[in-house]
């Protein structure tokens, strides 16, 4: 099978929304946590918003974390063209990211299949 720009585009692409991803729901984790922190200090506002903020902010910040980490590493797989299922769960991950690069991200992966490892990158 001849060598395409395919897979390693594809890998580029889910590196570049894994990471993206990371640095988002850092920053999510972080802003998130010193507000709820801010709004439980204030005597004027309820006890409820500073209990309910703080398990949002985890809820939301960390499953995005472990997803960019994925994408990070099925991008890095891509590049090297070995196991195609890795490379295309961290482009589907990488979806969750940033959608538009992770669209194409997983068309790639997807085009590129048969230049992957031996038994078509399993």
Sequence with gaps: MEKTWKPTTAGILTIIAGSLGVIS???????????????????????????????????????????????????VYAVEKRKWRLALAGAICSLICVFFLGILAIIFVAMGRGEFGPKNGQ
Excluded: H
């Design 25 to 75: 729901s850092i920053v999510i984790a972080v802003v998130g946590g010193a507000i709820a922190a801010g709004l439980k200090s204030i005597p004027a506002i309820p006890e409820i918003f500073g209990t309910v903020a703080i398990p949002a902010i985890g809820g939301i910040g960390i499953p995005r974390i472990i997803l960019g980490m994925v994408a990070i590493l099925g991008g």
